[in-house]
């Protein structure tokens, strides 16, 4: 089965740190591009950060570029998103999403982690 | 950054009607354009990809149409199960950006 599971969401203060992770599962990690997509509460959903198939180019939304960080380990499987100086305006729930064969829409999604940035 | 505008922001039909949402883009996405439907508390779900292709598994009641900055998607006859909120995104250009989305609800 193919599958997202993301973790490392929580509670953090303002200006901290987080690391986000996603496992992947059931497909050939190593031959797509990688991307991580935010909704906040009751919001619309939000591209955030994207990688290549092998990481090495990296992409960022203009509202987290410089304080956040994509990269991904292909021996695990594994998609990862360094987020620093973090700020209320970054609360949401951060979804894992694989995009399509030469194409950037993500028809595999997991189903979310939650990160609360609050004093 | 491209700027997708989706309407209308809220859209009421009955179950069996048809549904036509709206998408459009800033500058020339060309048919790089997906659609997502998603339901509370779920993620979002591909439909359509490439403007017009319907993802994996996705009924034939869905269908996708346009090219450039304008697009639609076209839900033929409307059940129980497609009332959710649905986005489009397009992925011409870096940053990928959504819509802000339609929720279809019942009339």
């Known amino acids: 089965e193919v599958q997202l599971l993301e973790s490392g969401g929580g509670l953090v203060q303002p200006g901290g740190s987080l690391r986000l992770s996603c496992a992947a599962s059931g497909f050939t990690f190593t031959s797509y591009a990688m991307s991580w997509v935010r909704q906040a509460p009751g919001k619309g959903l939000e591209w955030v950060s994207g990688l290549s198939d092998t990481g090495g180019s990296t992409y960022y939304a203009d509202s987290v570029k410089g304080r956040f960080t994509v990269f991904r380990d292909n021996s695990k499987n594994t998609l990862s998103l360094q987020m620093n100086s973090l700020s209320p305006e970054d609360t949401a729930v951060y979804y894992c999403?694989?995009?399509?064969?030469?194409?950037?829409?993500?028809?595999?999604w997991g189903q979310g982690t939650m990160v609360t940035v609050s004093s | 950054e491209i700027v997708m505008t989706q309407s209308p922001d809220t859209l009421s039909v009955s179950p069996g009607e048809r549904a036509t949402l709206s998408c459009r883009a800033s500058q020339s996405v060309s048919s790089n354009l997906a659609w997502y439907q998603q339901k509370p508390g779920q993620a979002p779900r591909l439909l359509i990809y490439?403007?017009?292709t319907r993802a994996t598994g996705i009924p034939a009641r869905f269908s996708g149409s346009g090219s450039g900055t304008e697009f639609t998607l076209i839900i033929s006859s409307l059940q129980s199960e497609d009332f959710a909120v649905y986005y489009c995104q397009q992925y011409n250009n870096w940053p990928l950006t959504f819509g802000g989305g339609t929720k279809v609800e019942i009339k």
């Open positions: 999403a694989k995009a399509m064969w030469t194409t950037d829409a993500f028809d595999i």
């Open positions: 490439g403007a017009s």
